[in-house]
């Protein structure tokens, strides 16, 4: 079974102390690791995580912590959803396959994935002003918005784009 280990910052893991594992798990081969942060809105607790691997992002809202129990199911279907909505194409249960179980660790202090979350907060924050309540924020469009900008990282490609031909690669070699 493939496990994918969602590294914490330090602000996330105090609030999910109970939820975190050791490390002991070899990583997702595919998609590699992900770091996550937290941030609010109208009180509401939302996780902002990139892939280090192709610094794509994924914006998961509302976050409760009853229902960290369920963090797999989450993960993978607002992932599904957000790549639908920027237009690369996988079946729930290739990316399912490919996720498998999550794995919420203690920090691992990777500054580059921490600097690209810090900065990303810096346009969550404007989008938080322009539509003012949790329930007007178009998640999707916001997440499509973050992942349409060029990364000096990966060569200035759009995370989309690195995200897709990640995708890409693997059914093609499954086939």
Not at 54 to 65: A, G, M, R, S, V
Not at 81 to 93: E, M
Not at 158 to 165: A, F, I
């Amino acid at each position: 079974m493939n496990y994918t280990q969602i590294y914490t910052t330090r602000k996330l893991e105090k609030t999910i102390q109970k939820s975190i594992v050791e490390k002991n798990e070899i990583e997702n081969k595919i998609l590699g690791e992900w770091v996550a942060t937290i941030f609010y809105m109208d009180r509401k607790k939302c996780w902002l995580i990139i892939n280090k691997l192709t610094t794509y992002l994924l914006i998961l809202p509302d976050i409760k912590t009853s229902e960290l129990k369920y963090i797999t199911k989450l993960f993978t279907e607002t992932l599904h959803s957000q790549l639908k909505n920027d237009g690369i194409a996988i079946d729930y249960g290739t990316l399912s396959g490919i996720i498998g179980e999550i794995k919420l660790c203690e920090t691992n202090n990777d500054r580059s994935a921490n600097s690209s979350l810090n900065n990303c907060m810096y346009s969550i924050e404007d989008w938080k002003i322009d539509y003012s309540s949790f329930e007007n924020l178009p998640f999707r469009k916001i997440n499509s918005g973050l992942n349409s900008s060029p990364n000096q990282m990966m060569n200035w490609k759009y995370p989309k784009e690195v995200m897709n031909e990640t995708i890409k690669a693997y059914v093609q070699l499954r086939v």
